[in-house]
T-cell receptor, first 110, second 114 residues
Framework: GQSLEQPSEVTAVEGAIVQINCTYQTSGFYGLSWYQQHDGGAPTFLSYNALDGLEETGRFSSFLSRSDSYGYLLLQELQMKDSASYFCAVTFTGGFKTIFGAGTRLFVKA | KAGVTQTPRYLIKTRGQQVTLSCSPISGHRSVSWYQQTPGQGLQFLFEYFSETQRNKGNFPGRFSGRQFSNSRSEMNVSTLELGDSALYLC?????????????FGPGTRLLVL
């Protein structure tokens, strides 16, 4: 089947670096995306990896390794406002279908 | 440019009833996808529409249906509601023509089935 696994919760301190992992059991997808969702809000796009390697967007970076069926989102210089849920997602080749992981709840402590 | 809008924002129904939710995509976007979000389950893909055609669907029973109009607005319908249908229903729009496009989500409709 098609599935993405993420840790359910991660806690980190303000100013620190945190990595949220995503492992998947699927194939035939274009790339791995990451979305952020604050409580009561809609998911918003953060980052996308079409190719293996690291993509950097400000304080956020994302990594993909297709050979290891693994990706991660790296958040640096954590701020309180980064407390949210983070979802990894894949969109399938020609299928116009996107599968999301169950999400990782990030708690940032002062 | 206005974002994705969904109506209504909140809805309370009883078991056995049916419900219709509406989604207006960003202007120029022709693809609309629908998701069900429940605590701990993430976003579950329901279906995707492009130019009034359903291009793909997820693993939901036939009680869940949708359609898209010529102006790209989309509706989803759930018939014979069950308690387990209580969830946040999100729609997302994109241009719909690329291999990998950012999806822009609406605020969602929170459905409570009693």
């Amino acid at each position: 089947g098609q599935s993405l696994e993420q840790p359910s919760e991660v806690t980190a301190v303000e100013g620190a670096i945190v990595q949220i992992n995503c492992t998947y059991q699927t194939s035939g997808f274009y790339g791995l995306s990451w979305y952020q969702q604050h409580d009561g809000g809609a998911p918003t796009f953060l980052s996308y990896n079409a190719l293996d390697g690291l993509e950097e967007t400000g304080r956020f970076s994302s990594f993909l390794s297709r050979s290891d069926s693994y990706g991660y989102l790296l958040l640096q210089e954590l701020q309180m406002k980064d407390s949210a849920s983070y979802f990894c997602a894949v969109t399938f080749t020609g299928g116009f279908k996107t599968i999301f992981g169950a999400g990782t709840r990030l708690f940032v402590k002062a | 440019k206005a974002g994705v809008t969904q109506t209504p924002r909140y809805l309370i129904k009883t078991r056995g009833q049916q419900v219709t939710l509406s989604c207006s995509p960003i202007s120029g976007h022709r693809s609309v996808s629908w998701y069900q979000q429940t605590p701990g389950q993430g976003l579950q893909f329901l279906f995707e529409y492009f130019s009034e055609t359903q291009r793909n669907k997820g693993n939901f029973p036939g009680r869940f249906s949708g359609r898209q109009f010529s102006n790209s607005r989309s509706e989803m319908n759930v018939s014979t509601l069950e308690l387990g249908d209580s969830a946040l229903y999100l729609c997302a729009s994109s241009l719909g023509v690329g291999n990998q496009e950012t999806q822009y989500f609406g605020p969602g409709t929170r459905l409570l089935v009693l």
